[in-house]
Structure formats: C-alpha cells, structure tokens
C-alpha cells in the first residue's frame, strides 16, 4: 500500500513556473513507476509526465515536451514535477499516481493521491 500527498500547486501567472511534489509512505516507493495526470471538470484525466522506477525512462504528453521535468527521489520517497512557461491551458488539478507493475510505459495505476489545483492567469 502506497500513500500519496501531493504539494505545490497555486496560481501563477502564464509565463511562470511551478513545482509540484508528491511525497509517498511506505519503504517500497523504488518499486513503482510515477506518473503526474491532469485533470478539468468534464474532462478525462490525462498522462502529464511519467517516470520509470530508476528514474532513467521519461514519458511526456507533447503539449508538455520542454517545458515540464519529472524526477524522482528514491531516498526522499518523493517525485516532482518542475513546471515552465506555464500557459492558461495548464489549469487543471494534478494528481500523481503510482504503478507497481513492470510495464513501461506505466499504463495501470495502483495508487493515487488527492490532486492539488494549478491555476494559470492570462
């Protein structure tokens, strides 16, 4: 069982940054793909970022490619999302998740946390 509390969220303005943190319990947080999803009302949830057990395998969603980095700390129980040139259609509530399975990309996730709103001005 993995717990997921995930930080970092706010409002910016578009051009800015953010960086987003999900902090996990249990002592078997390197045995699990990440994955950081977004997510509108009315709207399917959607793979932001994702991030292999060792942290050398990335996934990104295009939309995101150079601006947004997922990493992992495997010491800290801990991944990130570092966000930049955040635009209006960055608005969404971030949930990070966790997949113990061995596929990659990761596409059947186990564990989630409870979202954190990120709010992009024009």
């Known amino acids: 069982q993995v717990q997921l509390v995930e930080t970092g969220g706010g409002l910016v303005q578009a051009g800015g940054s953010l960086r987003l943190s999900c902090a996990a319990s249990g002592r078997t947080f390197s045995s699990y793909s990440l994955g950081w999803f977004r997510q509108n009302p009315g709207k399917e949830r959607e793979l932001v970022a994702a991030?292999?057990?060792?942290?050398?395998?990335?996934y990104y969603k295009d939309s995101v490619k150079g601006r947004f980095t997922i990493s992992r700390d495997n010491a800290k129980n801990t991944v990130y999302l570092q966000m930049n040139s955040l635009k209006p259609e960055d608005t969404a509530v971030y949930y990070c998740?966790?997949?113990?399975?061995?596929?990659?990309?990761?596409?059947?996730?186990?564990?989630w946390g409870q979202g954190t709103q990120v709010t992009v001005s024009s």
């Open positions: 998740a966790a997949d113990a399975s061995a596929r990659w990309p990761p596409n059947e996730y186990d564990f």
């Open positions: 991030i292999s057990r060792s942290g050398t395998m990335t």
